[in-house]
């Protein structure tokens, strides 16, 4: 179990499966809200993000991403949360509208502690994330 | 956040439960992104459309047209242009999208200029009557015109939603984070430009590149070029966002309006990031994005992303006057409205069209999810990222004689 303090939060408490990627993703140019599929230009290729814990250094790319993120809220694909090491400031408002939790932690190195499928706890009261590994 | 009286009252619902949305909206996303006041905006770049996704399910759709008919019921309290409408109305079957959806777009003209927007339909507003001024508090959405504004206009806007967007308009301020203040536009590393930049498209590599080096909030300062054309500047940031960080701003020492130095530039802090830019990096960034070897068969080519401007449809047709692009080759022109006009008046857009090239107006391809142009060159390397991410397309990007000569050959030149 790795415990990680949390700089900001916004949104509430949520537990749910990591996704994880060292690269930054633009939900307009390479997610697709529909079939919730990530486009072939990112590593996350092929594989959803739909009720996972996504966990990237930050969006980057469109302006479009607010509303993907709305998009993608009104048709089930979206994230539980969001998890990044720096805000783009246009995905914190897409969260902020469609309540999707956003996190920004100051831990360069999670991409060393995290991996896809471990159990992520966000817990904004204590300003704390809890990672179970899987295969604890 | 400290609001005054008014913006209290608003998010108290004084003026609606619409507006107090917007309101509170804002007042939370100022908050997580450290702003302590509201100020005044002067300028908004906001996105009205429809979602124009092939797929979404009708509630989703839906709640769209009802926010927008909702939203075009106020008016907007500054200057405020639509970015691009997301359809071309000669291209509606082909993009797939539904009659009702063309229709609600096709009425949307009418219903945001009740409100008092100005229904520019375009992705550079600088292109096409919204020049702000050095200083000015803009409140954009394009991501390309968010830098060209901050950078190369030295205005002052952070990147913008559609939500947040439509906030600035209706309500007038906007929450005042990240570069719209002085000390958060101090340039952070520098990119030492170590090669000949030949084109715009080189710019647009050099940006491509500058944005795979940064994260979200830096701002890179480039270093070593003497001058910058309109395009070039087009091309560096609408290719900076999209390869790393979201990047909102960057500097040109000796060239953009913060910037008449280095040192300026950092706002004398100490260089402490330092990244070279050399023909190696060029011709590496290049091949990123070249899935087409040369020679190999290509089905479209598209121009105009960012919009073009004149200067460069004037480049393209001078090149296929008297010329037959290669036969089951698209060539396709993306601009607004307001500079079709005037390529009709001058005569460059019947050039293109008699070559057997067309126009995409008030959108571009990029933009429409499930077009499907197979093998694709441009000289945008946005555009060519959006054809390969969501179009599906193998891409190359080159500088615009090379894709009029493949234009004309049907394969890359």
Redesign the interface.
Known sequence: MIKINIKKIVGKNVKGKAIVSKETICFRSEYNPVTGIVEKTHSLKGRTVKDKVLIIPSTNGSSGNSMYIRLMALEGTAPKALVCLRIDAISALGCIVNKIPLVQIDREDIFELVEDEDYIEIDGERGIITILKKEE | MKLTQEQQAILEGGNGEFLAKYMS?MV??GE??GAKRMIPVTKVQC?LRA?L?????P??IV?YYDEIREICKYKVKCQTLT?TRGIDFRHVKEAGISEEEANFMKNLDKLAQKAGILTAWSCTPYHVGSVPIKGEICAW???SA?VYANSILGAKT???????SIAAALLGFVPE??VLIDENRRGTLLIDVDTLLKSPCDWGALGFFS?SVS???DIPVINGVDYMTLESGKQISAAI????????MFHAAGITPEAPDLDTAFQGDKIKRKVKFSEKELKKTYKILQDIEIGGKIDTVIFGCPFASLTEIKEIADFLDGKKIAKGVKVWVCTSHQTIQDAKRMGYFQIIEESGGSFFKDMCP??M?WLRPGNTVTNSFKQA??C???L?AQVSVGETQRCLEAAVKGRWY
């Open positions: 909206w939370d996303w997580f992104m996105i979602p996704l092939k797929g979404l399910s509630s989703t709640s970015h959405t394009e991501s968010v952070t990147r913008h939603g559609m939500e947040s984070f990240g944005g994260r979200t909030d966002p999209y390869s790393g960080g979201a990047v909102a990029g933009a999810g990222h959006y390969r991410g969501s599906k």
